[in-house]
């Protein structure tokens, strides 16, 4: 199984609204990433969880949250978006960080996530 | 500090006919270099990676990769393009051992369009 789950797939929230994105893998990688992607743009990293710790924090804005309850899973907690938060959130997974050597990320699909 | 630089924002080539995906990286170490893909309203998807050794690499849908150490190039290949590899492409460079180290910087990517 080489699948990087997300859910859910499209997201609208108001500013004032906590929601939560979720990501799974059952690969046994341990090394999860969040990603934010602007329409036909590179993916700009924002958070690295090495085996369940937060390793790199790319001074996203404290209104994201991540969270890594275990191996498999990841989330991405959301409080007082703004407008142009909006955007696709993809989470990825890799075998070991890259620190380790260098080891290709499997990607989810994506959040769709509007902020209105 | 480690860039990619993909030069041609847009690629259109004729099925049937060879097609090139340009990437140049800087890095101050060794570099680990991928080419990904992406689909509409999907998630990146790995193609292939260049670690060390055999400056050509093979991936998958028969892509392959020139590592050319001397030009700082690692270009995207391949001999007979299909319509349905129309996609956004993106070259990512880590810097083994540098101070990005288990980061993935990727380029702005190029859209790969091939015409019937």
């Known amino acids: 199984d080489t699948e990087v789950t997300q859910t859910p797939k499209h997201l609208v929230m108001g500013m004032t609204n906590k929601k939560s994105l979720k990501c799974e893998q059952h690969m046994g990688h341990r090394a999860m990433y969040w990603y934010k992607q602007k329409a036909k743009k590179p993916p700009e990293l924002m958070f690295v969880y090495s085996y369940e710790k937060l390793s790199i924090n790319e001074s996203v804005p404290s209104r994201f949250s991540p969270e890594c309850p275990n191996s498999s899973l990841l989330n991405l907690h959301l409080h007082a978006l703004q407008p142009e938060d909006s955007a696709l959130y993809l989470c990825?997974?890799?075998?070991?960080?890259?620190?380790?050597?260098?080891?290709?990320?499997?990607f989810g699909p994506g959040t769709r996530l509007t902020v209105t | 500090a480690q860039s990619v630089a993909q030069p041609e924002d847009q690629v259109n080539v004729a099925e049937g006919n060879p097609l090139t995906v340009k990437c140049t990286y800087s890095v101050s170490g060794n570099p680990y270099l991928f080419w990904y893909v992406q689909y509409p309203n999907r998630g990146l998807q790995f193609l292939l990676k260049?670690?060390?050794?055999?400056?050509l690499v093979k991936g998958s849908y028969g892509f392959e990769a020139e590592f050319n150490k001397s030009q700082t190039s690692f270009h995207l290949k391949k001999p007979s393009a299909l319509v349905s590899d129309s996609a956004l492409y993106f070259c990512?460079?880590?810097?083994?051992?540098?101070?990005?180290?288990?980061?993935?910087?990727f380029g702005q990517g190029t859209i790969l369009t091939v015409h019937p």
């Open positions: 260049y670690i060390t050794g055999d400056n």
């Open positions: 990825a997974s890799s075998l070991r960080p890259g620190t380790e050597g260098s080891y290709e990320q499997y």
């Open positions: 990512a460079v880590d810097n083994a051992g540098g101070t990005s180290y288990g980061k993935l910087t």
